[in-house]
Nanobody, 123 residues
């Protein structure tokens, strides 16, 4: 599975961005898909995850109520809608694929990663 993120950019605080992650391969629908982020000098952290069917989603407390993860298995794409952005959301955002039935939140559990897309929120 190859993953390519897009949609990052510079936005003012309070604004919105929609990230996309396009996956290659016919087994996309077999994977739980997660979004993670990494700010400078910080460890990579969990943001959101969605099960293979889309029926289960989990969010980090820091983004709950502001971010929404979704997927379109027909398009082999997972999305992260980010609203009410804050400067502390600034990071490189990565999507990742995990061949698991139950969505997981630990980066080491994930099998495939994209190259990342930069999100910068100005105050």
């Amino acid at each position: 599975v190859q993953l390519v993120e897009s949609g990052g950019g510079l936005v003012q605080a309070g604004g919105s961005l929609r990230l996309s992650c396009a996956a290659s391969g016919r087994t996309f629908s077999s994977y739980a898909m997660g979004w993670f982020r990494q700010a400078p000098r910080k460890e990579r952290e969990f943001v959101a995850v969605i099960s293979w069917s889309g029926g289960i989603t989990y969010y980090a407390d820091s983004v709950k109520g502001r971010f929404t993860i979704s997927r379109d298995n027909a398009k082999n794409t997972v999305y992260l809608q980010m609203n009410s952005l804050k400067p502390e959301d600034t990071a490189v955002y990565y999507c990742a694929a995990d061949f698991a039935v139950v969505p997981r939140r630990t980066p080491d559990d994930y099998d495939y990663w994209g190259q990342g897309t930069q999100v910068t929120v100005s105050s």
